[in-house]
């Protein structure tokens, strides 16, 4: 049973373009989070969604990010116009049906440099 | 700010000594509690959990207290190896909300 994937899992972008991340849920499961970890810090909430949905989206700002996940494919992070002080690793974490949040299945991230 | 914390954000130990990590958290509403163990470039792994209805949880040589007269949290690791050198974590919420991630605690262990 595959765990949750991410890809790529490194990514350097220079300022200005645009960088998209991909996460592919464990089997079964239908919620999706993601993550981003700055070196040495513990990992903040960006976003949760469900497919088709965005359920909470507090944690993402609110210029350049935007995520997805439709009904069929991955759920995809996108960041616009990077800069660099969007360098850090970014983690997808799913979990099954039922409660938010709970035990969540992270992924390997994507970490992403941006020059 | 984080409603997770932890008291000590590095530890050393001698391997074959128990590990004990602290985390301290201020959200009373919630009710569900995770332990996570990061190695360097992984992503989080889930190591222990616990709900609020219970004070204390077992694994294999991990156990997680939970006292919330103090909203305190602890991680303890028995007989501490070289493969427990890590990142953990912890993390909490409640049941309309998603994890609230502490700052972590680096454990080296030393052989």
């Known amino acids: 049973n595959a765990g949750v994937m991410q890809n790529p899992r490194h990514l350097v972008r220079r300022r200005g373009q645009e960088a998209r991340l991909r996460c592919s849920p464990m089997k079964g499961h239908s919620h999706v989070y993601w993550y981003r970890q700055l070196p040495e810090e513990g990992l903040k909430f960006m976003v949760y969604l469900q497919k088709e949905n965005i359920i909470d989206e507090s944690g993402m700002p609110k210029e350049r990010f935007s995520a997805e996940f439709p009904k069929e494919g991955p759920s995809i992070l996108r960041i616009q116009q990077v800069v660099r002080g969007d360098s850090a690793a970014y983690f997808c974490a799913s979990s099954p049906p039922g409660r938010v949040g709970g035990e969540q299945y992270f992924g390997p991230g994507t970490r992403l440099t941006v020059t | ?111």
């Open chain 2, 1 to 111: 700010g984080e409603s997770v914390g932890l008291h000590l954000p590095t530890l050393s130990v001698q391997e074959g000594d128990n590990s004990i990590i602290n985390c301290a958290y201020s959200n009373s509403a919630s009710d569900y509690f995770i332990w996570y163990k990061q190695e360097s470039g992984k992503g989080p792994q889930f190591i222990i959990d616990i709900r609020s209805n219970m004070d204390k949880r077992q694994g294999q040589r991990v156990t997680v207290l939970l006292n919330k007269t103090v909203k305190h949290l602890s991680l303890q690791i028995a007989a501490t190896q070289p493969g427990d050198s890590a990142v953990y974590f912890c993390a909490e919420n409640n049941r309309n909300t998603p994890l609230v991630f502490g700052k972590g605690t680096r454990l080296s262990v030393i052989a």
